[in-house]
């Protein structure tokens, strides 16, 4: 199979045709349009090489599919993600595997607790994660993202920070503790 990008007009004109100068020219004109026109298609499809975009293309892309939580200041690799599964995020909206979803976009790990398995007022729900949050502003703004795929009824009650602390051996081989770092939700914060 002959691709388009490599094939050349010349081949495949008739042979008395192939002796002009004026005819070899315009093949050879012919073919570089054709192969710019093949290299530039490529970026046509935007979903399939949603990998090679950058920031402009995935900012303009983010905007056509209506990413509710995109934010142009993100990591290209988390813009990528929120693209690849925002009609996934979509269409799991308003249920508990959609919050905990899109928190794992943002954090390594982390679980949505419902209130009938902690004993919490009825349509609450506290995330446990293990990972670290450096700031209130990365906090302000995971709980926005939250918002966007909560059901309406639903409330976050808690924010549960669970880490290891681990301690070198060589300092000290005995001590090794759990902090938990618990974030309790007020409603109007």
């Known amino acids: 199979m002959i691709r388009l990008i490599n094939s050349k007009l010349i081949d495949i004109i008739p042979p ?10 315009l093949c050879h004109v012919e073919d570089m349009a054709i192969q710019k026109i093949v290299r530039e298609s490529s970026k046509l499809l935007l979903l399939a090489n949603i990998d090679q975009q950058e920031h402009a293309v995935l900012d303009n892309l983010s905007w056509q599919m209506n990413v509710d939580f995109y934010e142009p200041g993100l990591p290209l690799e988390v813009k990528r993600n929120l693209i ?3 009609l996934r995020f979509k269409m799991d909206k308003g249920t508990p595997k959609a919050v905990e979803e899109i928190l794992s976009v943002v954090f390594d790990e982390s679980q949505v607790v419902e209130w009938f398995n902690y ?6 729900f506290k995330i446990l994660t293990t990972d ?3 700031n209130m502003d990365k906090f302000t703004e995971i709980r926005k993202v939250i918002d966007t795929v909560k059901n309406k009824r639903s409330h976050l009650t ?9 301690v070198d ?5 005995a001590l090794q503790r759990k902090k938990v770092t618990t974030i309790e939700i007020v409603e109007g914060t």
Do not use: M, Y
């Open 158 to 166: 808690e924010f549960v920070i669970e880490r290891d602390n681990q």
């Open 169 to 173: 051996e060589a300092i000290c081989c």
């Open 119 to 124: 004993d919490g007022d009825p349509f609450t």
């Open 84 to 86: 690849k599964n925002s």
């Open 16 to 25: 008395n045709l192939k002796e002009d100068p004026i005819i070899r020219t």
């Open 132 to 134: 670290r949050i450096s």
